[in-house]
């Protein structure tokens, strides 16, 4: 984490160790990424950024989609082989149940990619979860990696827009996916509430 950290504490130090590695600084950036997904507490945001201004917002973009699907992988696999010990180790039973609609959904390939598509969503901890549901690991790749698209490129841009101190543009970029990202928490909520009350009428009318 030191060189991540480092671009806080002094960016253009962080960018040249980036370029002094080569390959292996990508590498190691991948490898940071997938550990901020595998760890679902910590932040992926300060990552995203840091891809924008190490390299810049393209490169940095591809780069955070493939350490986002290495980590997925790792933890769909792992949530298929251990199940649902695996998945309360890393978050509390009442996050769980908060996220039992994805596992009774009839249109989850549908509900995976707009939650993972609209930007302040939970996906870490959904990812989580999917390993629980009859999704394959092919589809819940090839969903989210397109949905996280914007997200992440918004991210990467405001990252870039600040190595070259373009700071206006970094300013604008990040307040509108701030404003995006709250209008996008408030849409979830109401999905999810929406579909804790489709599936208890369903229970009631199974019960009746």
């Given amino acids: 984490w030191e060189p991540l950290a480092s671009t806080f504490q002094n960016p253009e130090r962080f960018r040249a160790w980036i370029n002094s590695h080569g390959i292996l600084g990508r590498l190691t950036f991948i490898g940071i990424d997938a550990l901020q997904v595998i760890f679902a507490i910590l932040p992926g945001e300060p990552v995203e950024l840091g891809a924008g201004y190490a390299f810049n917002a393209i490169e940095g973009m591809v780069l955070c989609l493939i350490g986002d699907a290495i980590g997925t992988t790792v933890i769909f ?43 302040g969503t939970p996906k870490d901890i959904i990812t989580y979860v999917i390993g629980l549901t009859p999704m394959k690991l092919r589809t819940f790749l090839i969903l989210t990696s397109i949905a996280r698209i914007p997200s992440v490129l918004t991210s990467t841009i405001t990252g870039n827009a600040l190595g070259v101190q373009d700071y206006k543009a970094a300013i604008i970029v990040y307040a509108v996916t701030g404003v995006i990202s709250l209008a996008g928490i408030f849409i979830y909520r109401r999905i999810s509430r929406q579909s804790q009350k489709d599936e208890a009428k369903e229970n009631i009318q199974d019960e009746t």
């Fill in 77 to 119: 696999l792992f949530t298929k082989l251990l199940g649902i010990k695996l998945v309360e180790a890393f978050i509390s039973r009442e996050k769980i149940q908060s996220l039992r609609f994805i596992k009774n959904s009839k249109n989850l390939n549908l509900l995976i990619f707009i939650i993972f598509f609209i930007p």
